[in-house]
């Protein structure tokens, strides 16, 4: 029902910013949950953060909090990954996914079993 694209991603040193996108299908992109997660190699995929279906309420796992900021503009069908102060930790395939949400909820869905995902963009930091 939805189809996603990522772009942005490449190679930065630490201490350097992206700005990551990704692109929905659909008119209904307001209905979903929006979230990034990311997989660097050898290890499980992990939860980055989340948005609500308004943009009114974002999650974040711990490790960056405060250097990336997720937001989505309904009308345009986008979402972004603002990261700041990167890290070579932060180095892995970044996807965004969306998760179907009948109903707004206060809390955005950080959990990794959304329903589509993106083909994933790279993001390299240097130190």
């Known amino acids: 029902q939805v189809q996603l694209i990522e772009s942005g991603g490449g190679l930065v040193q630490a201490g350097g910013s992206l700005r990551l996108s990704c692109a929905a299908s659909?008119?209904?992109?307001?209905?979903?949950?929006m979230g990034w997660l990311r997989q660097a190699p050898g290890k499980e995929r992990e939860f980055v953060g989340c948005?609500?279906?308004?943009?009114?309420?974002?999650l974040y796992v711990d490790s960056v909090k405060g250097r990336f900021t997720i937001s989505r503009d309904n009308v345009k069908n986008t979402v972004n990954l603002q990261m700041d102060s990167l890290k070579p930790e932060d180095t892995a395939v970044y996807l965004c996914?969306?998760?179907?949400?009948?109903?707004?909820?206060?809390?955005?869905?950080?959990?990794?079993?959304?329903?589509?995902w993106g083909q994933g963009t790279q993001v390299t930091v240097s130190s």
């Open positions: 996914a969306a998760v179907l949400r009948p109903l707004a909820s206060n809390y955005c869905y950080s959990r990794r079993d959304y329903d589509y």
């Open positions: 659909g008119r209904t992109f307001s209905r979903y949950d």
């Open positions: 948005i609500t279906r308004s943009g009114g309420s974002t």
